[in-house]
Nanobody
Framework: VQLQASGGGLVQPGGSLRLSCAASGFSMDNYAIGWFRQAPGKEREWVSC????????SYSDSVKGRFTISRDNAKNTVFLRMNSLKLEDTAVYYC?????????????????WGQGTQVTVSS
């Protein structure tokens, strides 16, 4: 069972990136997939989540209107499109999977974690 996050990089403020979270060893179909991020010296914080069965989405207030989470069940992959990036979006981004199938902001709700991908927003 593995989650692989990718797509991070260096981008200027106002720019965009698309992160991917690919699952192997299990089907995402009945899971909830969440994205978290952790900036240096800060706690890991919840960013967004999607339920793989019906595609319901949720976002933290800090990214609402700028980030879009989506899914491709056939590819067993979840995406996080990040637009209008700000300096404060700089962090390592982690994807996570919950067998419970519902979205929660609590880290303990999630059973599997990817290795993280670095997003750096800098001019």
């Amino acid at each position: 069972v593995q989650l692989q996050a990718s797509g991070g990089g260096l981008v200027q403020p106002g720019g965009s990136l698309r992160l991917s979270c690919a699952a192997s060893g299990f089907s995402m179909d009945n899971y909830a997939i969440g994205w978290f991020r952790q900036a240096p010296g800060k706690e890991r914080e919840w960013v967004s989540c999607i339920t793989m069965d019906d595609g319901s989405t949720s976002y933290s207030d800090s990214v609402k209107g700028r980030f879009t989470i989506s899914r491709d069940n056939a590819k067993n992959t979840v995406f996080l499109r990040m637009n209008s990036l700000k300096l404060e979006d700089t962090a390592v981004y982690y994807c996570s999977g919950s067998r419970g199938g519902l979205c929660w902001q609590d880290r303990s709700w999630y059973d599997y974690w990817g290795q993280g991908t670095q997003v750096t927003v800098s001019s």
